[in-house]
């Protein structure tokens, strides 16, 4: 077995794309079968490679590599090798994988730092078949890279450059990358990455991903980071919601009549003569899936029977609200931001 790199590693990230699909086609057996396969097909290209098995969970490979040429290299194996299998009903495994080089802390037998969160994301960029790579790792790599320009992942931070891996036998055009930039939304680029709230983001993420959850609403104190969980649970439910994610920044806002106009304007929806703004807005969103991030809702928080009404109107439209006291209407489900530094994890309810 590999020992573990330090240093300047280069990290590799795997994900199997359309899982939950994969799984209602060839029943729990057979899916079984296949990712079996799959996680064997894998380990051997990277084993053979050098790499450093970091975790491997559910359906995801983290690897590590001393050198980037090689972590390429065993990422383009790998992907031809999974292109070459014989799967179970004909139903293949496709899988993403990003790669990405830094200086991570070793916290054995893991890694902890910002270059294990990009690693990640870039990985998330991409889709089945696709090996994507970060401008640290290309600078350090003689192998075929094809540009894909600059792109702004989940982080909400500054543009990336990204490019994609050509590899021999496969293809090399895929849809365009789930990146902010390719998906309907205004999020803000903000100065810090999300750093130390990954127990409360995956909560607050499973909880967005549920159907009978269409009301969220963050509550605490002011100042203790309800709106960069918000912003960051938001980014990571882009790939999921098909209409778009939309922020709403109501921090300058005290009047609750002017709430409405704003969502409308937001949305680009333009005011009808002779009709209230309400009526024309749940017109538009009617049938359309969407996430709207309603941040600051304490000071205007009478405009809860408006949101109410607007979520009647539209069965697909999701609200997650930041504000320091609830709204107080049905199917409201609230969850308390803790303190960063508390250790104990936060609570929701219903």
């Given at each position: 077995?590999?020992?573990?790199?330090?240093?300047?590693?280069?990290?590799?990230?795997?994900?199997?794309?359309?899982?939950?699909?994969?799984?209602?086609?060839?029943?729990?057996?057979?899916?079984?079968?296949?990712?079996?396969?799959?996680?064997?097909?894998?380990?051997?290209?990277?084993?053979?490679?050098?790499?450093?098995?970091?975790?491997?969970?559910g359906d995801a490979?983290?690897?590590?590599?001393?050198?980037?040429?090689?972590?390429?290299?065993?990422?383009?194996?790998?992907?031809?090798?999974?292109?070459?299998?014989?799967?179970?009903?004909?139903?293949?495994?496709?899988?993403?994988?990003?790669?990405?080089?830094g200086e991570p802390?070793?916290?054995?037998?893991?890694?902890?730092?910002?270059?294990?969160?990009?690693?990640?994301?870039?990985?998330?960029?991409?889709?089945?078949?696709?090996?994507?790579?970060?401008?640290?790792?290309?600078?350090?790599?003689?192998?075929?890279?094809?540009?894909?320009?600059?792109?702004?992942?989940?982080?909400?931070?500054?543009?990336?450059?990204?490019?994609?891996?050509?590899?021999?036998?496969?293809?090399?055009?895929?849809?365009?990358?789930?990146?902010?930039?390719?998906?309907?939304?205004?999020?803000?680029?903000?100065?810090?990455?999300?750093?130390?709230?990954?127990?409360?983001?995956?909560?607050?993420?499973?909880?967005?991903?549920?159907?009978?959850?269409?009301?969220?609403?963050?509550?605490?104190?002011?100042?203790?980071?309800?709106?960069?969980?918000?912003?960051?649970?938001?980014?990571?439910?882009?790939?999921?919601?098909?209409?778009?994610?939309?922020?709403?920044?109501?921090?300058?806002?005290?009047?609750?009549?002017?709430?409405?106009?704003?969502?409308?304007?937001?949305?680009?929806?333009?005011?009808?003569?002779?009709?209230?703004?309400?009526?024309?807005?749940?017109?538009?969103?009617?049938?359309?899936?969407?996430?709207?991030?309603?941040?600051?809702?304490?000071?205007?928080?009478?405009?809860?029977?408006?949101?109410?009404?607007?979520?009647?109107?539209?069965?697909?439209?999701?609200?997650?609200?930041?504000?320091?006291?609830?709204?107080?209407?049905?199917?409201?489900?609230?969850?308390?931001?803790?303190?960063?530094?508390?250790?104990?994890?936060?609570?929701?309810?219903?």
């Open positions: 077995m590999a020992e573990q790199p330090t240093g300047t590693v280069t990290l590799l990230f795997t994900d199997v794309e359309g899982s939950t699909r994969l799984l209602d086609r060839l029943g729990a057996e057979r899916y079984r079968d296949a990712l079996e396969l799959h996680r064997r097909l894998l380990r051997d290209a990277f084993e053979r490679h050098g790499g450093y098995e970091v975790d491997y969970e490979f983290f690897y590590a590599f001393g050198s980037a040429g090689v972590a390429v290299a065993g990422a383009g194996e790998g992907q031809q090798a999974l292109a070459r299998a014989e799967w179970p009903e004909q139903q293949p495994i496709h899988v993403r994988i990003g790669v990405h080089t802390l070793p916290a054995p037998p893991k890694y902890v730092g910002l270059d294990v969160h990009k690693a990640a994301r870039i990985m998330g960029a991409g889709h089945g078949g696709q090996v994507l790579v970060s401008a640290t790792t290309e600078r350090l790599v003689s192998a075929e890279l094809l540009p894909l320009g600059e792109h702004r992942l989940k982080d909400l931070l500054q543009p990336e450059p990204l490019y994609q891996l050509r590899i021999e036998g496969l293809p090399e055009t895929f849809p365009a990358l789930k990146t902010l930039g390719n998906r309907p939304t205004n999020l803000p680029v903000v100065a810090t990455p999300f750093i130390g709230r990954e127990q409360e983001l995956s909560e607050v993420g499973d909880l967005l991903r549920r159907e009978d959850v269409r009301l969220f609403t963050l509550t605490g104190p002011g100042g203790i980071g309800k709106t960069r969980l918000a912003l960051q649970a938001a980014a990571d439910a882009l790939e999921l919601v098909r209409g778009g994610v939309y922020f709403v920044p109501l921090a300058p806002v005290r009047d609750p009549r002017l709430v409405v106009p704003m969502v409308a304007q937001t949305l680009g929806v333009r005011e009808e003569p002779d009709e209230p703004v309400q009526g024309t807005l749940e017109r538009y969103v009617e049938g359309k899936q969407l996430l709207l991030l309603l941040d600051n809702v304490e000071q205007v928080v009478d405009v809860a029977p408006e949101l109410g009404q607007l979520l009647a109107a539209a069965p697909e439209l999701r609200l997650l609200v930041t504000s320091r006291e609830p709204l107080r209407i049905g199917g409201e489900h609230l969850y308390d931001v803790p303190p960063l530094a508390a250790p104990a994890g936060p609570v929701w309810r219903r």
